[in-house]
């Protein structure tokens, strides 16, 4: 199966970033990305076996991500995969607990490509480039907490997203739950 580490936004932040969807998609066409399946990707892990999922699972349970905030303030464009998104360049603390997620997969034996992280949410994707103007700003600030191990199945409708295992909160942690 398909696995990737992400945080999810909670429905209200995930219902904004919608929206944006909805503006952006006005102009640049493409397929919207429903908001069930808006979230940001830390660590794309691709085609796993059921065994891999499971100990992958097992080990996220016992992890702390540790509390942050991540803000969002602009519009971004991948011109390849014609991907409009919306990001921030993201805490140095995000991008030190991403670094460390990658490492640790590196004990499991996965390379995470790319090398760059470049913290995204993918609102629309066979989008045309995002015009200079017309487009809402961006400013929101997400509260994030806990990383998900996601599986990804392609249905004729788009991928179905299914949470598999989350990481512990941090206050567990110090309760020693
Ligand atoms: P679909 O492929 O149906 O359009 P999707 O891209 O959301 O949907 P997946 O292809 O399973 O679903 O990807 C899951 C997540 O991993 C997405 O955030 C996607 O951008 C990212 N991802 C997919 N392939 C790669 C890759 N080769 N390298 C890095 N990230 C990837
Ligand atoms: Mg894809």
């Known amino acids: 199966m398909r696995l990737f580490l992400a945080l999810i936004p909670p429905p209200e932040l995930r219902r904004q970033l919608g929206q944006l969807g909805d503006a952006a998609h006005a102009p640049c ?12 990707t830390l660590a794309f892990l691709g085609e796993r076996s ?21 803000r969002l303030d602009r519009w971004g464009y991948f011109a390849g995969p ?15 607990r991403q670094a460390s997620l990658v490492a640790s997969l590196k004990g499991f034996g996965i390379v995470v490509q790319p090398r760059q992280f470049r913290p995204h949410i993918s609102l629309l994707r066979n989008a045309s480039p995002p ?14 907490a ?4 996601v599986s990804s199945v392609p249905t004729p409708h788009g991928s179905r997203y299914t949470t598999l295992a989350q990481s512990r909160p941090q206050d567990d942690a110090f309760s020693g739950k």
């Open 29 to 40: 066409g493409g397929r919207r990305i429903v908001d069930d399946n808006l979230h940001l």
């Open 50 to 70: 059921a065994a891999e999922a499971e100990s992958l699972s097992r080990w996220l349970e016992r992890q702390v991500f540790g509390a942050g905030q991540w």
């Open 146 to 149: 806990r990383v998900s191990l």
């Open 131 to 144: 015009p200079d103007t017309d487009l809402p700003k961006v400013g929101l600030d997400w509260s994030y």
């Open 82 to 96: 014609r991907i409009i998104w919306v990001g921030g360049p993201g805490s140095a603390e995000l991008q030190r």
